[in-house]
């Protein structure tokens, strides 16, 4: 199902800066692999990251929504970007890292999908690749579902309502609201709905063990992952 075809434009200027994700993943990248010459992202979206890091990597990106690809197109020219469904593309090269970050991988509500991405990427790795990715813990579901919607303005008087509803089995819907200035009191409202889900850390874990010889799980926000991680970096390779 292909989502954030509604709010493709007002995703970048809604969620932010995305500076501290890309100084972020650019360490990950040095600490784990600093020959690194070739980047891969996997539901890249409007290439908020990809921004970050071409000036240090050559970077190409794939994700399922056309609008996103637009944006993407437009503000990193240098990427070559693809419309393709993660789960099962093939692009027939390899790439040093291959990267599906901002809880992109929660958006399939099925493990069995999550498998298909870490196959896909394992696929699309060289030798000493890296694969990396993070995840919404599901404690971070769990919390978001049973807190109020939340709201933040944008662009001064736009407004972003996101409304998050524990389905079962794990599946969270995200209820995406823009109320878009237009003129004098006049709003324009965007309807998007979107899902996410979680998945326990040990299934994960027994997941990436069959696939890659190394795992190291961190989170950005403590020293080390702990049961209140909110966030999770996952860095696989042999
Ligand atoms: C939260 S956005 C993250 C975008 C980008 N990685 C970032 O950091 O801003 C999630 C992205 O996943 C994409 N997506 C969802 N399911 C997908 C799939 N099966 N294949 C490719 N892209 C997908 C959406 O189109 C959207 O652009």
Redesign the pocket.
């Known amino acids: 199902m ?3 075809e509604v709010f493709a434009p007002f ?1 970048d200027r809604a ?1 932010g800066d ?1 500076g501290r ?1 890309g100084s972020y993943l650019h360490e990950l990248i040095q600490k784990h692999f600093p020959e690194a010459a070739t980047v891969l ?6 290439g ?2 990809l921004e970050q890091l071409h000036s240090h990597y050559e970077v190409s990106g ?4 056309r609008r ?1 690809l637009d944006i993407a197109a437009r503000k990193v020219p240098q990427s070559r970007l693809f419309r ?4 099962r593309f093939d692009l027939g090269e390899t790439f040093d890292v291959v990267l599906c ?4 991988i929660n ?2 509500v099925r493990f069995g999908d999550w498998e298909a991405v870490f196959n896909r990427a394992r696929e699309h790795l060289t030798d000493r690749g890296i694969f990396i990715f993070d995840v919404n813990t599901e404690r971070k579901l769990a919390s978001f579902a049973s807190a109020p919607p939340w709201t933040q303005w944008f662009d001064d008087d736009s407004l972003l309502l996101i409304d998050v509803r524990d389905e079962g089995d794990g599946v969270y819907a995200w209820k995406l609201r823009v109320f878009e200035h237009r003129s004098g009191s006049g709003y324009r409202l965007h309807v998007e709905d979107i899902r996410e889900a979680a998945f326990p850390l040990e299934r994960i874990k027994e997941s990436l063990a069959e696939r890659f010889r190394r795992v190291r799980i961190y989170d950005a926000e403590r020293s080390r992952p702990t049961t209140r991680s909110l966030r999770l970096h996952f860095v696989c390779g042999d």
């Not at 992202?41 to 409007?46: H, N, S, Y």
């Not at 970050?101 to 992109?104: K, P």
Request: glycine share 4%.
């Open positions: 292909t989502t954030y995703y969620i995305r994700e992202e996997l539901a890249c979206g409007t908020a990251i794939l994700d399922a929504s996103m393709e469904d993660m789960t970050v901002f809880d992109s958006h399939l």
